[in-house]
């Protein structure tokens, strides 16, 4: 794959939506933006502290409490903002570039993965260290797995100011450890980086990483690389003894052994 990387207009995607909604395909992506947007107004609606993100985020105490849903719904929860908004745009804009690189099928597998694999993981860690602490939120740590994703496929690809895609990458999944240990979020802290070891052996095992990326992975992440086989040359073939039996197929015919020679003569022309 190249690194120069170029947007593409989604709406192109060859892979096609679920379902059209006139000419525009319902992709994973689209239909995700529909879900992030009306759970911004539910949240304006009841409030940042009300019942809608109360009900929906994810809690270190949602196991003790077998608050299964929260797996799925935490990152519906939102907090109300500019930014909020910002993150719908994001999400929209980078997974709609993904979505063509994957497919909808594989796109939906990634978000489902980003949402529910280390965000388990996380809460049962986070369980054992600080029950009580600050929940597990927001539509924008999905931006965070997007984000990586595009760095692990294309990551010499150019972000703002022109910093490559790892390096930015990168630096968002450091700050975010160091923000969520300093205010002692460690269920966000843990969902982090566990996020970023998902998104990587995800990329890794559907065979979309970049090969820069594949070096540095260790196994078991790295993909297996299968040892080239070694191909024999085949023999020459003897254009003159398949003229001469050519001639005498026209003019008298074969023997047997005649025509078994005749065909073994062809099939090496086949395979040089």
């Keep these: 794959m190249s690194d120069r990387y170029e947007f593409s207009d989604p709406r192109r995607d060859p892979d096609g939506g679920w379902f059209q909604l006139g000419d525009i395909p319902a992709s994973t992506t689209l239909i995700g933006t529909a879900f992030s947007i009306a759970a911004l107004f539910a949240s304006a609606?009841?409030?940042?502290?009300?019942?809608?993100?109360e009900t929906t985020w994810l809690s270190a105490n949602a196991i003790s409490q077998l608050?299964?849903?929260r797996i799925i719904t935490w990152p519906l929860a939102?907090?109300?903002s500019l930014w909020s908004f910002l993150a719908v745009v994001v999400f929209y804009l980078i997974g709609?570039?993904?979505?063509?690189m994957l497919g909808k099928e594989r796109m939906l597998q990634l978000l489902a993965g980003i949402v529910v694999v280390p965000a388990a993981a996380a809460a049962l860690l986070a369980f054992t260290i600080a029950p009580d602490g600050a929940p597990l939120l927001g539509w924008h740590q999905l931006n965070l797995g997007l984000i990586i994703t595009f760095a692990t496929v294309v990551p010499s690809a150019r972000f703002f100011f022109r910093i490559p895609a790892w390096g930015f990458a990168v630096a968002l999944v450091a700050l975010q450890?160091?923000?969520a240990l300093a205010n002692r979020q460690f269920?966000?802290?843990?969902?982090t980086i566990g996020l970023a070891i998902f998104v990587v052996a995800f990329v890794t095992r559907v065979g979309l990483a970049h090969e820069s990326v594949s070096k540095i992975l260790p196994t078991p992440l790295a993909q297996k690389r299968t040892k080239p086989k070694l191909t024999v040359a085949a023999p020459p073939v003897d254009e003159s003894e398949m003229n001469r039996l050519l001639d005498?197929?026209?003019s008298e015919g074969l023997s047997k052994q005649e025509k078994k020679r005749l065909k073994e003569l062809s099939d090496q022309l086949k395979n040089n």
């Design 67 to 69: 608050e299964a849903w």
């Design 45 to 53: 609606i009841s409030g940042s502290t009300g019942s809608f993100n």
């Design 78 to 80: 939102t907090q109300v």
């Design 248 to 250: 005498k197929l026209n």
């Design 177 to 179: 450890i160091l923000l």
């Design 187 to 191: 269920i966000e802290m843990f969902y």
């Design 96 to 100: 709609s570039q993904l979505e063509m």
